[in-house]
T-cell receptor, first 116, second 115 residues
Framework: GAVVSQHPSRVICKSGTSVKIECRSL??????MFWYRQFPKQSLMLMAT?????????EQGVEKDKFLINHASLTLSTLTVTSAHPEDSSFYIC????????????FGPGTRLTVL | AQSVSQHNHHVILSEAASLELGCNYS??????LFWYVQYPGQHLQLLLK??????LVKGIKGFEAEFIKSKFSFNLRKPSVQWSDTAEYFC?????????????FGSGTRLQVQP
């Protein structure tokens, strides 16, 4: 089946630093990937849609200068949290859309970000 | 805008009991519907999906869901739950017509199955 990986799975950083999270589709190509944020005991909230070779589309209220998204290839999208603050601590989940066989989104295992 | 409602936030069942989790969505156009499961400490996995055709959809692990267009519902069912079904269940929808492929999730239902 389609597999999506995320790296790192867990990261702790100091306030003011930047953190990069990678999302890879391992056995399929994904022209579209999505970044979600999940707060404890809550649902997933879409942050942005990442399109290969073009700019990401951000949801209302999500700062594009703070959450930089790069989708440089058909198997890799990155989310960089710039100048992280404690309120950015959360669980970040990516998904990749498998288009040709199932037209289904497959989710990565998530990245737990803790900003001290 | 799309929205998804899951009215059962926390369900506790004994093993072998039947399960039905409610999901209602609001959107006037054509939608694709999904149920995902998140086992403790694991990532979201697709249980089943509905795009078109037979409104009764069978998924993995004995789960099924029925799309009732007139009720804007897509309830998840399982005739007999097991302890291993303990997990968080999310209903999700995306719209075919608008091209918006991102998923809109419900708030989730935590299922606890007691042995």
């Amino acid at each position: 089946g389609a597999v999506v990986s995320q790296h790192p799975s867990r990261v702790i950083c100091k306030s003011g630093t930047s953190v990069k999270i990678e999302c890879r589709s391992l056995d399929f190509q994904a022209t579209t990937m999505f970044w979600y944020r999940q707060f404890p005991k809550q649902s997933l909230m879409l942050m942005a849609t990442s399109n290969e070779g073009s700019k990401a589309t951000y949801e209302q209220g999500v700062e594009k200068d703070k959450f930089l998204i790069n989708h440089a290839s058909l198997t890799l999208s990155t989310l960089t949290v710039t100048s992280a603050h404690p309120e950015d601590s959360s669980f970040y989940i990516c998904s990749a859309r498998e288009l040709t066989r199932t037209d289904t989104q497959y989710f990565g295992p998530g990245t737990r970000l803790t900003v001290l | 805008a799309q929205s998804v409602s899951q009215h059962n936030h926390h369900v506790i069942l004994s093993e072998a009991a039947s399960l039905e989790l409610g999901c209602n969505y609001s959107y006037g156009g054509t939608v694709n519907l999904f149920w995902y499961v998140q086992y403790p400490g694991q990532h979201l996995q697709l249980l089943l999906k509905y795009f078109s055709g037979d409104p009764l959809v069978k998924g993995i692990k004995g789960f099924e869901a029925e799309f009732i267009k007139s009720k804007f519902s897509f309830n998840l069912r399982k005739p007999s739950v097991q302890w291993s079904d303990t997990a968080e269940y999310f209903c999700a929808v995306n719209s075919y017509n608008t091209g918006r492929r991102a998923l809109t999730f419900g708030s989730g239902t935590r299922l606890q199955v007691q042995p």
